[in-house]
Structures are given as structure tokens and as C-alpha cells.
């Protein structure tokens, strides 16, 4: 649970971080299978198995509904949970990977201001290793201007990036052990460099909504109700995979990627499908 102290540093400054979830055998573990399934494919994910992924593995459903993940999710957006996607991070050791300034709120076509990313390490997330930074009250400003600048390095769906100045020396790091997550929400300008250290930086990002967001760009969307009621149903109800790769929850997972990509890739020049 988070003290008051960091509820109010969330509504005040955007984010909240370390916040300390997975022991060290657990975060272990969810590694070791990722990269079992990274090792069975040529060594890595495929593009399009990055996003509503929690549909394609069964330990990434299960996290979504930790109640350790949610206790603290619940603080800041209400009992009612959505988890609307999930999206894999992953820097290789002396990558150049990085993600440009931006904000999530200007692409995902979501109604609400209550979308929060908790994102959490399987990896250390050093500032080495390019951890995130965060533009602190920049969740309660305006949506700032940006750019597609389709950078081969930019793991974004489209090179996105704020286009005004931003005084990075107001930046905040978020460093974050194996195991631990930071939440921000979605409005807040954050970014990252590559990863300069010795490991793979492997993080997870979790979103999740209240139940009366919509989606206002794409004319489907689903979601998985991870905690309390959804009285709203704007969302399609997106199966719950027995295991890795469940062929229902794959198929399923076709099918939401595509929406998705519609929705991310909306009023671009083109798709080069990073996701
Ligand atoms: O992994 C990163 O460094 C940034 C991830 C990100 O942009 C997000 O989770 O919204």
C-alpha cells in the first residue's frame, strides 16, 4: 500500500516510484520464462507479441490481478479496475534503444485522465541501464504538441516526441530494482535513454483504467476487469489464457492488436508494426 505521503506526491507530481512488489524468486522466474520463450524464437519477442501480451502469457495475466500490483493501483483510480494492455520493454545490454518524450494520453485514444502505467522491472533498471525519467506536473498541463520522428532506435509505435522545448534539467529519474514498479499517469511527459549497462533491461508495462473510460479513436477495444464491477461495458472482455499461449486467448490477441494498431498508428504516415 502506498503511505499518504506518496498518494499525494502522485496527485501532485505525476508518478510514484520504487514501489516494492515481487521477491527476488519471483521476479526470477517470470524472467526465466520470458526468455525461454525469447530463446525458442530466434531471441526475442516478435514484434507483435509485445502489446496485449497478457493475452499470450499466462504468468503476465496473473500479475495484472496481483493484489500487490492493485492494492496500490486502487489508491490512486477508484476499486474499479480495467487493465486495458500490456506492453514489453525490452533494451538489450549496449543498445542504443530509447524512447523520446511523450505523452501516452495523445495516442491512445482513452476518454478518462485516470490512466495510470505501473511499469515494473525484470530486470535492474538502473539509470545505466535507461531506466525511465519523468517530467514532474505535466500530467495536469495541456497535451503538448508532437512530432513523429520515426527513429529506427525509438522503441515507440511512431518515433512520437514532444515537440516543445522541455528543461531536462527538471527530469526525474525512476530507478527501479527487480521486482519493484513505478506508477505515472498517463498524461505525464516521460522518456528514456539507451541501456549502457552490462545486463538486458527488461520491463513490463501495465495500464490500467477506470471503467467509464471509452475509446474514442477506434471503434473496438477490449479490456480485462481485474478488480471490482464494470457497470459500463465500453469495453469488450478479453478472455483469460490458461497457459502460454492458449489458442483462444492467441486468436483473441490477433484480434485486439490489430484494433490496437489501428487506434496507435491513427492519422500516421504509415505502420511499420513496432508493436
Ligand atoms: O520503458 C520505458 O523506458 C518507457 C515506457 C513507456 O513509455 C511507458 O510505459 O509508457
Redesign the pocket.
Known sequence: MLDKSEVSQFEKDGYVSPISVLGTDEVSTIRQKLERVEAAQDGALYPGQRSKSFLLFKWLNDLIRDPRVLDPVEQLIGPDILLWNT?F?I?EAGAGSF?SW?Q?TRYWGLSSENVV?A?MALSP?SIEA???KVMPGTHRGEVLNHEDRWHEDN??TRGQEISVDLDENKAVFMPLEPGQMSI?N?RLA???GPNNAADR?I?V?M?FMPPDTKQIVGSWDCASLVRGNDPYGHFATAPVPECDFDPPAVAFHEKASKAANEVLYAGAETNDAKL
Do not use: F, N, P, V
Request: some cysteine; glycine content about 8%; hydrophobic content about 40%.
Open positions: 506492453i520493454w533494451k524512447i511523450h501516452d502505467t511499469w533498471a535507461g531506466c525511465m522503441m515507440l505515472h498517463y516521460h522518456a528514456s533491461r520491463g508495462s495500464h
